[in-house]
């Protein structure tokens, strides 16, 4: 247990769903995160928020949309995806801003099958 | 092009055996994490290295820094099947953002 909570921990959708990933955390940190992990590519970070204000976004597609109402609540909003966006989303929460040391919460992950 | 390569890619060795996995970059870095990844779940971090040569211990893992600090190694000693998971290298690139490496896989059998 890191924490970090996410939910539901597998979807299934159609590409002409729409569905949203929710994440929570509990250890009052101000940094959340989105990456998507595949199956033969290295951790990809999605989007970043600092106290609530985004800061990062990784050249996201727009069917993706992340929303983050508070410090401990972070969610990423899905439209019309795609086969090739079936991944682990996972979320993860740190003190601050992930700089070299920072460590990072990361919660179990949301299993997406794109159909 | 791969900042970060981990070899192997995939590890799979009988229980009680000793292994080494390694996370190399041409680049120079200020710290280097690893992280362990078991089935269903998110990564946990195990360490951060900070100094050229450092190493550090915990229980059968060491975790050494190359002394360059564009490498590092991570060496099970008596592997045991809870020790099953993906083993990933994290280091901060230039911008200061962390960035993951592949990835080893490693398959400890009973």
């Known amino acids: 247990e890191t924490g970090v909570t996410q939910t539901p921990r597998h979807l299934v959708m159609g590409m002409t769903n729409k569905k949203s990933l929710k994440c929570e955390q509990h250890?009052?940190?101000?940094?959340m995160y989105w990456y998507k992990q595949s199956a033969k590519k290295p951790l990809e970070l999605m989007f970043v928020?600092?106290?609530?204000?985004?800061?990062e976004n990784n050249s996201v597609p727009s069917r993706f949309s992340p929303e983050c109402p508070n410090s401990s609540h972070l969610f990423l909003h899905l439209h019309t995806l795609q086969p090739e966006d079936s991944a682990l989303y996972l979320c993860?929460?740190?003190?601050?801003?992930?700089?070299?040391?920072?460590?990072?919460?990361f919660g179990p992950g949301t299993r997406l099958l794109v159909l | 092009t791969q900042l970060l390569e981990q070899s192997p890619q995939f590890l799979s060795i009988q229980e009680g055996e000793n292994l080494t996995v390694y996370c190399n970059s041409s680049?120079?870095?200020?710290?280097l994490q690893w992280y362990r990844q078991e089935p269903g779940e998110g990564p946990v971090l195990l360490v951060t290295?900070?100094?050229?040569?450092e190493v550090k211990k915990l229980k059968r893992l060491t975790f050494q820094f190359g002394d360059a600090r564009k490498d590092s190694s991570l060496h099970i000693t008596a592997a045991q099947p809870g020790d099953t998971g993906l083993y990933l290298c994290?280091?901060?690139?230039?911008?200061?953002?962390?960035?993951f490496g592949k990835g080893t896989r490693l398959h400890i059998l009973p």
């Open positions: 290295v900070v100094t050229g040569g």
């Open positions: 680049s120079v870095f200020s710290s």
């Open positions: 250890l009052g940190h101000n940094a």
């Open positions: 928020y600092n106290f609530k204000e985004q800061t």
């Open positions: 994290a280091v901060p690139n230039r911008d200061d953002k962390i960035i």
């Open positions: 993860a929460s740190s003190q601050d801003l992930s700089r070299s040391q920072e460590t990072q919460y």
